[in-house]
């Protein structure tokens, strides 16, 4: 489903990936692990087309397309999800309105109608009860005033909501509590498919107790420079990246 | 002052003696005050984003009647009445009085004072050389005196109409009267057609003991058009004075606000938004005198300036020595959308009292870049995405306007905008 050849990535000016190799098969769930600074953060801005984040070599191939080739919206289009690492605040933009714009967005990329309102309403409803979110949240403006812990639940929500093929969630797991962990841990899983891949990005192994990898790749300065099951992840934990890598 | 634009004024002037009843000794101070000054120039501190040139070099004839029938704009939704003006002058055959007349003495200018000549002296003469001007040479004008406790949910629709009025000023005034307890809204549009012309427009209103006066003015003038117009507003006890301005059209445009609050108890709301595309020049004013204590003020305006495009706010507010428990606040936020273009702020806060609260605040910045991504990293185009900020970065000063429809309407004009913007982009 995605495959990244000999990637190089520019942030002003500077190389921060650095010749990185990934494939991703539907089906599969990949953990990114690494220190702050590798690079992972990067990656997933890159894989959805942030434009201050120039690639100055190598490929990224989607669902047999040139990614590259695509507007950040076009490749939401084609059924990919970046869950930020810190979501935005929008004063203003009230929650509703984004996730009903954004979805009837990707449908009309798709070639659907736009969805009914009393449809939608009942759509985010359900999406919104499974993650325990309260309903009055979606009324707020996107994210202002939420805890981190509820921006990261509107981060689920909005990928129950548009159900990507595959979702790539940057540090997701960071500055939640035990139970706020579990609840985006069923988001993930729900998530989980036959034809989705998802690719987790993270720096503790605690994620990975409640959403099993399928792969585990360690990111060094830019690079994988060890892949394998999820036992990579328990011996990071207990040696270190230093030791394991 | 150019001695040929005087000398042409003058004898506009001569020609209107005797049009408005009771006025003309009042007419003749005003053009005399108006020779005194000349038109205002960025020397003058509340001019000084404006520029005047046009005005300064130019004679603008006035306006005659319309020689071809003009379009007048739909409605934005249900209104009470219609009234529509053509280059200055009341158009019977286009306006629609509604079931209005019935409730609600209405006149035109000219009318009012001819029954009423000893009240010709409450017309305001005006505070510069442009507002001296529209008195000594304004010739029409609505008259809607609310009798006490009616209250008219619905908008009174007044449109301007500039129609093959090429080089030509229409210079109108509209007085507004609302009696104890009454409550209407006033909303002002101003249309017009590519031609070079001139509106000075200026509404004044007396808004009596719980009486409450809502006007929003719609300024979606031609693109060559200067548009000048104020509003001076009396505010008695518990009165309240609610304003939205939005301006969209001309060339040159600018709106003046004064509102004094003379009687404890009262609310003045000024609001406004401006949308500047390349070239244009959006210039509003506010001055809101607090003469007594015990009474609310709240200003929020929100303008937008493409490449080139410039918006400016100047927004005073006076607090008298007595005028204690004073709440004032003022907000203004512009956003550019690149480094040449131009956004003023400056709020300007006179307080001698002691016991007050007032607070403002002014930030002008571009669109948030990361806002942006994360919009279009849900799927949402860049275009919407910046519709969508653009929309909810005016929301806060389209708040106040009371109608649902009319919001809309204005909306809709935003988002057009700024569709607008992004097909010139791509060209």
Redesign the interface.
């Known amino acids: 489903m995605l495959n990244i050849k000999d990637l190089h990535v520019h942030v002003d000016g500077t190389e921060i990936i650095k010749g990185l190799n990934l494939e991703v098969n539907a089906g599969e769930v990949h953990a990114i692990m690494g220190l702050n600074g590798a690079g992972k953060s990067t990656l997933a801005n890159t894989i959805?087309?942030?434009?201050d984040y120039e690639v100055s070599q190598g490929t990224i191939t989607y669902a047999g397309k040139n990614l590259l080739d695509l507007?950040?919206?076009e490749r939401?289009?084609e059924g990919i999800f970046?869950g930020?690492q810190y979501?935005?605040e929008?004063?203003?933009?009230s929650n509703l309105?984004?996730?009903r714009?954004?979805?009837n967005?990707?449908r009309r990329?798709n070639g659907l109608d736009d969805m009914s309102a009393a449809e939608f309403m009942k759509l985010i409803r359900t999406k919104a009860a499974a993650l325990k979110m309260d309903p009055e949240m979606l009324k707020r403006?996107?994210n202002v005033g939420f805890s981190g812990g509820e921006k990261k639940r509107n981060e689920m929500v909005?990928m129950s909501l548009?159900d990507p093929k595959l979702a790539v969630l940057d540090e997701t797991d960071s500055g939640l509590d035990i139970d706020a962990l579990k609840i985006v841990a069923e988001g993930i899983n729900a998530q989980r498919g036959d034809d989705t891949a998802i690719l987790l990005i993270t720096h503790y192994q605690r994620l990975l107790d409640y959403v099993q990898p399928d792969v585990v790749h360690v990111m060094i300065d830019g690079k994988i420079v060890k892949s394998g099951g999820k036992e990579l992840a328990a011996e990071l934990e207990e040696k270190g990246y230093a030791e394991v890598a | 002052m150019n001695e040929q634009l005087l000398e042409g004024y003058k004898s506009q002037a001569k020609e209107l003696v005797g049009t408005i009843p009771g006025a003309d000794d009042l007419r003749k101070k005003a053009l005399s005050d108006f020779e005194g000054l000349g038109f205002p120039t960025n020397r003058s501190e509340d001019w000084r984003y404006s520029d005047t040139k046009q005005l300064r070099n130019q004679l603008f004839d006035l306006a005659g009647p319309a020689s071809i029938a003009p379009t007048v704009p739909e409605a934005l939704g249900e209104t009470a009445a219609r009234f529509v003006f053509v280059n200055g002058r009341y158009d019977e055959e286009l306006s629609d009085l509604g079931d209005l007349w019935q409730a609600v003495p209405i006149r035109s200018l000219a009318n009012h004072f001819m029954s009423n000549a000893e009240r010709a002296n409450e017309l305001i003469p005006g505070n510069d050389g442009v507002s001296f001007l529209n008195t000594a040479l304004l010739r029409d004008g609505l008259v809607l005196s609310i009798p006490s406790g009616i209250e008219i949910d619905e908008p009174i629709e007044i449109i301007h109409i500039s129609c093959g009025a090429a080089n030509a000023a229409a210079h109108v005034r509209h007085v507004v009267e609302l009696g104890e307890g009454a409550s209407i809204s006033v909303l002002e549009r101003f249309v017009g057609d590519d031609n070079s012309y001139w509106t000075n427009s200026v509404l004044q209103a007396r808004v009596t003991e719980g009486a409450k006066l809502t006007h929003i003015r719609l300024q979606e003038e031609g693109a060559n058009a200067q548009h000048t117009a104020k509003s001076f507003v009396n505010l008695g006890a518990e009165a309240a004075y609610n304003c939205t301005n939005i301006a969209l059209g001309g060339s040159m445009s600018r709106f003046e606000a004064h509102a004094r609050i003379l009687v404890d108890g009262a609310n003045a709301v000024i609001n406004g938004v401006a949308l500047s595309a390349t070239g244009q020049s959006h210039d509003m004013l506010t001055h809101v005198n607090h003469t007594v204590g015990n009474a609310n003020s709240d200003q929020i305006f929100r303008t937008v300036a493409d490449s080139r495009g410039k918006t400016s706010f100047q927004g005073k507010v006076t607090v008298a020595k007595d005028a204690q428990q004073t709440l004032a606040d003022q907000s203004f936020k512009a956003l550019i959308f690149d480094k040449t273009a131009e956004a003023n702020a400056k709020p300007e806060l006179e307080i001698l009292a002691d016991d007050v609260k007032c607070s403002h605040g002014a930030t002008i910045g571009e669109l948030?870049d990361?806002?942006i991504?994360?919009?279009?990293?849900?799927?949402?185009?860049?275009v919407?995405?910046r519709q969508?900020?653009v929309?909810?970065?005016t929301?806060?000063a389209l708040a106040a306007v009371p109608h649902d429809d009319v919001k809309d309407a204005i909306m809709t004009r935003i988002s057009d905008w700024m569709t607008a913007r992004a097909n010139k982009a791509t060209v």
């Open positions: 959805a087309g942030r434009d507007e950040p919206h939401v289009g970046l930020f979501p935005v929008i004063p203003g933009v309105n984004f996730m714009t954004a979805l967005s990707i990329y403006f996107v909005q548009l | 948030d990361k806002a991504f994360y919009l279009t990293s849900r799927g949402i185009d860049p919407t995405a969508m900020l929309e909810a970065f929301a806060d």
